[in-house]
């Protein structure tokens, strides 16, 4: 599988009307239909061009708020202007705008260009939402980054009167050693459970891991890559490969009853689906627990999973086994701070514990 990537072109190079905006080209996977979720990398090198995946033509006009803070509504002219021109080279693209950082995004600007009339020229906010070192947003996980999205995603929606299609074009935890970071295992356990709660909000309509490869350029962040500076992969590499086609070729389901919300007692449940296949995503934050599996599904022998600590295995029989008794049937289940992508076979399940 090719790691989905993100390009971008100075705009003085391909578009030298655009001048004073960076446009970036969006590439990645994606499905078709109403439940489209893109997914990305970033690579840490902005170049024209390059062994890329297949652009969406998804375009990103965006803004570096912190180093060069620019006057909001100049920002949205701009913005109006460059997206007519583009519209008219390229009819079918959707183009976002803002490339909105954690800070920035504390201060409200994502409001103020709403109020602007930023949406009246693009489809969708970008977002750069990287809360790693920002502890006085008080959100270090990837449970805790969601809800702080989720308190973002409802002041966008007063401010503009309706849902915001948001793009998370730049997101991500860095392995290392110092305050900011974690282990690389820890590393790869925040990708899974942060791509899988941002694909369970409606109004996220993809994100993008920053970065492809470790950048050790002294005024960049460090170790936040899928692979090592000398292309050596790191477990999250494995991790995205292994996650990445539930996050675009299965619909999310959110469960009516409300015991399993995800989160309730520190356990994470999430029902994906296709036509033909229902899994469940399935974690828990502190110590290991195990939880009983119900289904109306006919399946017998063991469970069927993929563990994203050992992400090379694929889907693999586990030594959990079902046990069937009158059209139920029964598993139980370890999990651990590494979600579990568990086989329930035909769409239809209950869960209890």
């Known amino acids: 599988m090719t790691i989905p990537q993100l390009t971008a ?13 960076l446009l970036s080209l969006l590439c990645a996977t994606q499905t078709r239909g109403d439940q489209d979720f893109i997914v990305g990398v970033t690579p840490h090198t902005l170049e024209d061009g390059g062994p890329l995946a297949k652009p969406l033509q998804l375009y990103d006009l965006g803004n570096e708020w912190d180093s060069q803070p620019n006057d909001i509504e100049a920002y949205v002219r701009r913005v109006k202007d460059s997206a007519a021109r583009l519209r008219r080279n390229e009819p079918l693209a ?41 502890t006085a947003l008080g959100v270090y996980t990837p449970e805790s980054w969601i809800r702080w999205l989720d308190q973002l995603n409802k002041r966008i929606t007063l401010q503009a009167g309706h849902p915001v299609p948001l793009y998370l074009t730049a997101m991500g935890w860095p392995s290392s050693q110092d305050n900011c970071g974690v282990s690389e295992n820890t590393q790869a356990a925040f990708l899974a459970r942060s791509f899988l709660l941002a ?59 409300p015991n399993l ?21 399935a974690w828990a934050i502190g110590q290991a627990r195990q939880i009983r599996l119900e289904t109306r599904n006919d399946v017998q022998g063991p469970v069927q999973l993929i563990d ?3 992400p090379r295995r694929g889907r693999f029989d586990s030594d959990s086994h079902w046990v069937c008794q009158e059209h139920r049937c029964t598993a139980v289940i370890t999990l651990s701070e590494f979600p579990q992508i568990i086989s329930l076979g035909k769409p239809s399940w209950l869960f209890t514990r």
């Not at 260009?113 to 969708?124: M, N, P, Q």
Request: aromatic share 8%; with cysteine.
């Open 9 to 21: 072109v100075l705009t003085r190079r391909r578009y030298p009307r655009f001048a004073v905006l």
């Open 94 to 134: 959707k183009i976002l705008a803002g490339a909105i950082g954690s800070d920035a995004l504390a201060q409200g600007v994502a409001e103020q260009l709403i109020k602007a009339g930023l949406l009246d020229s693009v489809d969708g906010l970008s977002l750069r939402p990287f809360v790693a070192c920002r």
């Open 199 to 257: 694909r369970s909000r409606p109004n996220i309509k993809g994100m993008w891991w920053y970065e492809l490869a470790d950048d050790n350029a002294p005024q960049r962040p460090h170790h936040l890559g899928l692979l090592h500076s000398d292309l050596s992969e790191k477990p999250a590499y494995a991790v995205l490969k292994v996650i990445a086609p539930l996050m675009t070729r299965y619909r999310y389901s959110a469960d009516p009853n």
């Open 261 to 281: 919300t995800p989160g309730r007692n520190n356990l994470y449940l999430m029902d994906f689906t296709t036509d033909d296949d229902h899994v469940l995503a």
């Open 308 to 310: 994203t600590r050992q």
